[in-house]
């Protein structure tokens, strides 16, 4: 019987909330998928589109980005800008081909361990449902000798030009 998919997801998570609840998930003995491989920033603000790009052009099948809730951020609008830069990094990966379901931002407290652990299992499931990165697949094609654009080189250049620049979203307009 051949192996079920494992994905490799790549956690980027806030220090004052998700990480801490991923602690308290872990101190509970809450039981969830080894899939998720974290990065622990002071802030989801911190997370610049570059880290998800270079992620996936490094074989990542899937990055998840948690911080506190809205409203809670410890930077005060740390949380808000993220959500901006990570739906617009979602637009950039579906034009590169990407399902966005494999750019997921969600919140979660530090005393939400039992949260945590459905959104890693919820997470495992979609991207189970879509299989391994594209990166992998074009990279296969390359290698069975087709004629292809590697997405991956595109996305680590996008991620190299990107690096240290801000992507901001357009100024959300008041009524
Ligand atoms: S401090 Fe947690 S998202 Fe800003």
């Known amino acids: 019987m051949a192996d079920e998919f494992e ?18 998930a872990g101190t509970s003995r809450i039981q969830y998928p080894p899939n998720v491989r974290v990065i622990r920033v002071m802030c989801t603000g911190r997370i610049d589109p570059a880290f998800v790009l270079e992620a996936f052009s490094l ?26 830069r990570i739906a617009l990094t979602r637009k950039v990966l579906e034009s590169y081909g990407f399902d966005p379901r494999r750019l997921k931002m969600t919140f979660v407290s530090a005393s939400e361990g039992a949260l945590w652990a459905e959104v890693v299992k919820d997470m495992v499931k979609t991207v189970k449902k879509l299989g391994p990165t ?6 296969n094609l390359v290698a069975a000798g087709h004629a292809a654009v590697s997405a ?22 008041k009524n």
């Open 152 to 173: 991956d080189d595109d996305l680590a250049e996008i991620a190299k030009a990107s690096a240290g620049k801000k992507l901001e979203a357009a100024p959300v307009q």
């Open 7 to 24: 994905p490799k997801i790549l956690g980027i998570l806030c220090n004052w909330c998700t990480y801490a609840g991923a602690d308290l």
């Open 134 to 139: 594209p990166v992998q697949k074009k990279t």
């Open 59 to 84: 074989g990542a099948d899937a990055v998840l980005i948690s911080g506190c809730h809205i409203g809670d951020c410890h930077y005060i609008a740390g949380n808000f800008k993220a959500r901006r």
